[in-house]
């Protein structure tokens, strides 16, 4: 069965540091798409990036990254330079191929709270 | 284009009742996916829907349910609510096929009293 982990519950940092969360999956399939999220007190999910499981070039949109490496099963985003407009739970998400339909499996969620 | 439609944003009912949320999706993708989110449960699947017909359900009893339409539009109904029902529940449109992404609305706030 597939699992995503977040092991970080809450983060808070200081405006212009740099900040990774962890996101950590399980999955038996071959092939698979992993991707971020990011949940502002509004309630809706923001799509971040769609990465699937052949492709483990890593990826930079300006001030973010996200680091995909399949031997560790995991797939790690950074935030550089962090702003207050950056606070927000952010959710690593695996979405299967073989399922035969489009579901996520989400992990538990990171509350980043940037302070200013 | 337009974002993913979710109404009403907000509802409060009663144990016992029951409770339909609609869903407009982005026009021309045709699954729509429902979750439920808990401060306990995170996010959970519920079910997709993908020209009309339900592709997937997650591990929800058979209270929850749901329906497109013709038109890709997506209803989720609850029968007799309990408390334990009481989440965000987040609609998500999408083209419906490997490697693409999803689009969330913004979600219906349902309150069981």
């Known amino acids: 069965a597939q699992k995503v982990t977040q092991a970080q519950t809450e983060i808070s940092v200081v405006e212009k540091e740099d900040v990774t969360l962890d996101c950590v999956y399980e999955?038996?399939?071959?092939?698979?798409?992993l991707f971020w999220y990011k949940q502002p007190p509004s309630g809706e999910l923001v799509f971040l990036i769609r990465r699937n499981s052949f492709d483990e070039q890593n990826e930079i949109s300006g001030r973010y990254s996200w680091n995909f490496q399949k031997s560790t099963s995991s797939f790690n985003f950074t935030i550089t330079a962090s702003q207050v407009v950056d606070s927000a739970v952010y959710f690593c998400a695996l979405s299967e191929s073989g399922a035969g339909s489009y579901q996520l499996t989400f992990g538990k969620g990171t509350k980043l709270s940037v302070i200013p | 284009k337009a974002g993913v439609t979710q109404t009403p944003r907000y509802l409060i009912k009663t144990r016992g009742q029951q409770v339909t949320l609609s869903c407009s999706p982005i026009?021309?993708?045709?699954?729509v996916s429902w979750y439920q989110q808990t401060p306990g449960q995170g996010l959970q699947f519920l079910f997709e829907?993908?020209?009309?017909?339900?592709?997937n359900k997650g591990n929800f009893p058979g209270r929850f349910s749901g329906r497109q339409f013709s038109n890709s539009r997506s209803e989720m109904n609850v029968s007799t609510l309990e408390l334990g029902d009481s989440a965000l529940y987040l609609c998500?449109?999408?083209?419906?096929?490997?490697?693409?992404?999803?689009?969330f609305g913004q979600g219906t706030r349902l309150t069981v009293v």
């Open positions: 829907y993908f020209s009309e017909t339900q592709r």
């Open positions: 998500a449109s999408s083209l419906g096929v490997a490697n693409t992404e999803a689009f």
């Open positions: 026009s021309g993708h045709r699954s």
């Open positions: 999955t038996r399939d071959t092939t698979y798409y």
